[in-house]
C-alpha cells in the first residue's frame, strides 16, 4: 500500500542532490498544510523502497528535516511532523517589506469607527442582562431575516442564530450533527480552514470538481445519490477560489438530489456580498428548500469584526443551541451592537467592496498579462484562480518567498492533495500592493522558469 507522503509527493523528481531535494519537498507539504504537525512518515526502509532510492538517501533527507525542526525522530518511535520553534520572523528582501497574497481580506469598511461609537449606547442598554445570547441579539436577529425575506426567502428572526464568523458557525453544525466516519462531500478546491474542520471532525472526504466556468452539476449528483454521504459543504455565490456562481437550475437541482439521498448541505454564503459585476442574481440555495446556511459580515466590514450567522430550520437551530453551551456561551455583545448599527447602511459597505475588488482585478489581471498567463472571467468574489500551463505551483510557491511574497500553493484548496498546476491570488487588497505583488510573481515566475532555485529561506516560512 502506498503510503500518503508518496501519494502528496506525485510526480516528484529531484532536479539536484536527492536527499536536498527530497527534504525540501516535504518542507514545502508541511508548510502548505498537506502533511500536519505530529502525523507519522514513513520508516526510512519503506521510503527507500517506495522511491526506489537507496536507505542512505532517505537517511540523510530525514537529517536535513530534523536539523531544521521540522521533524521529531524517537528511537522506536519513528518520525513525526514537527515546526521549527523559531522566534524569528520571516526573512524579507532587503528595505522591501513582505508582501502576503495567503489572505484575501478587504480591510475595515469606511464607517466602522462611527458604527463602533454609535454602538457603545446599544451596548450600554444590554447591562442589565447576563450578557448571554446563545440565539444572538434579538434586533441582529431580524435584520438578517429580514435580508434573507428581501432575497426571496421567508425567514423568521428565529430561524437565525448569531456566530462570532462563519467558521465559528460552521464548527457550532459540525458539533451538532457530525458523524464520525460518515462521508462528507466538499469541493474540488475549496476553502482549506473549512476542509480542514470538516476532516478533523472525523468525516470521510470526498470530492466534486468545481473551475473558474462553474460546477460539474453531473458530476456532484451522481456523487450523491451514489455515496449518500451525510453532508455536502458547498460554496455556490463567488466561489472560494475559483471565484464561480451556481446558476438557479443548479441550485434548484443540487437541493431536490440531496434531499432525495439523505445529506445534510450547508451552503457557505460568506462570499455573497461580493459582487463587482455580476451579469445575474441567483437566489439563495435556501429558496429551494432545508439547507443549512452559513453567513458572516467579515467581508464586507472588517475580518476583525467576528460577526457571523446560521439560517436553517427551527429544528436545527434547535439542536445547534442545545449543543452551544459546551463550545461557547455566545457572541460578544459590543460586536452584534457594531453590526446592527452596519446593516443600517448594506449598500454603502457594498460599493465599498465592489470598488475595492474592481482596483484589484484589474491590478491582478495587469500583473498576469505581463507574465502571460490568462486570467478567467472573474465577476466578483475573493480572488481568481489561475493555471499555469502546466508550471508547479508549490516550486512557485517557494522562489515567490525568495522575492518576500506568500503565495499558497494550489494544493493548499485540494482535499486530495492535487491541483499543483493552479494557484490562488487574491483581487482584495489595494492595487498598489497588488501591482507590488505581482512584479514579486513574475521575478518567482521567471526563476521557475528559467531553472532550479535554491531556498535559504525555507526554515523560516510561515505556515499558509
Not at 27 to 47: F, H, K, N, Q
Not at 97 to 115: C, K, V
Not at 380 to 393: K, N, P, T
Request: with cysteine.
Amino acid at each position: 500500500m502506498t503510503s500518503r507522503l508518496v501519494l502528496l509527493l506525485g510526480t516528484w523528481q529531484p532536479d539536484r542532490a536527492v536527499a536536498a531535494s527530497l527534504a525540501e519537498r516535504v518542507r514545502a507539504l508541511i508548510l502548505d498544510g498537506r502533511l500536519t504537525v505530529g502525523e507519522r512518515l514513513p520508516s526510512e526502509r519503506m521510503l527507500a523502497q517506495e522511491l526506489g532510492r537507496s536507505r542512505a538517501t532517505i537517511t540523510a533527507a530525514y537529517g536535513r528535516l530534523e536539523a531544521a525542526g521540522y521533524v521529531v525522530r524517537t528511537h522506536g518511535g519513528g518520525t513525526h511532523i514537527a515546526l521549527p520553534h523559531s522566534s524569528s520572523g520571516r526573512p524579507t528582501l532587503p528595505g522591501s517589506a513582505s508582501i502576503d497574497f495567503s489572505i484575501a481580506s478587504t480591510g475595515s469598511a469606511p464607517g466602522l469607527h462611527e458604527a463602533t461609537i454609535r454602538a457603545l449606547p446599544r451596548l450600554a442598554a444590554q447591562r442589565g442582562g447576563t450578557g448571554y445570547t446563545l440565539e444572538g441579539l434579538d434586533e441582529l436577529r431580524e435584520m438578517i431575516a429580514a435580508r434573507y425575506r428581501d432575497r426571496g426567502v421567508p425567514t423568521d428572526a428565529d430561524e437565525i442564530i448569531i456566530t462570532s464568523g462563519a467558521m465559528h458557525a460552521l464548527a457550532l453544525v459540525l458539533a451538532a450533527f457530525s458523524r464520525p466516519g460518515r462521508m462528507a462531500v466538499v469541493e474540488e478546491p475549496t476553502f482549506p480552514h473549512a476542509m480542514d474542520a470538516i476532516r478533523r471532525a472525523g468525516h470521510r472526504l470526498v470530492t466534486t470538481p468545481v473551475t473558474a466556468a462553474g460546477w460539474d452539476v453531473g458530476h456532484l449528483t451522481t456523487t450523491l445519490l451514489d455515496l449518500h454521504p451525510h453532508l455536502a459543504y458547498l460554496i455556490p455565490d463567488f466561489h472560494n477560489p475559483t471565484g464561480a456562481n451556481m446558476p438557479d437550475a443548479d441550485r434548484s437541482v443540487v437541493v431536490a438530489t440531496a434531499r432525495s439521498a439523505g445529506t445534510m448541505l450547508i451552503v457557505d454564503e460568506t462570499c455573497a456580498d461580493l459582487d463587482i459585476d455580476r451579469p445575474f442574481t441567483p437566489r439563495p440555495f435556501a429558496a429551494y428548500g432545508d439547507v443549512i446556511t452559513l453567513g458572516s459580515l467579515s467581508k464586507i466590514a472588517w475580518g476583525g469584526l467576528r460577526i457571523g450567522w446560521i439560517r436553517a430550520s427551527r429544528a436545527v437551530v434547535s439542536r445547534i443551541l442545545a449543543v452551544r453551551p459546551t463550545i461557547d456561551l455566545g457572541t460578544a455583545p459590543l460586536e452584534q451592537c457594531i453590526a446592527v448599527e452596519l446593516l443600517d447602511d448594506v449598500p454603502a459597505l457594498q460599493e465599498h467592496v465592489r470598488s475595492r475588488l474592481a482596483a484589484g482585478r484589474t491590478a491582478v489581471r495587469a500583473g498576469l498579462e505581463a507574465i502571460g498567463l490568462r486570467m478567467p472571467e472573474t465577476y466578483g468574489g475573493l480572488a481568481v484562480w489561475i493555471g499555469l500551463r502546466g508550471f508547479d505551483s508549490t516550486a512557485l510557491s517557494l522562489a515567490a518567498h525568495d522575492h518576500g511574497l506568500r503565495l499558497p500553493p494550489g494544493p493548499r484548496f485540494s482535499a486530495s492533495g492535487v491541483l499543483n498546476g493552479y494557484m490562488r491570488l487574491p483581487i482584495t487588497l489595494d492595487p498598489e500592493t497588488t501591482a507590488d505583488g505581482m512584479q514579486r510573481l513574475a521575478a518567482a515566475w521567471k526563476d521557475v522558469h528559467d531553472g532550479p532555485v535554491t531556498h535559504a529561506a525555507m526554515e523560516h516560512l510561515a505556515v499558509v
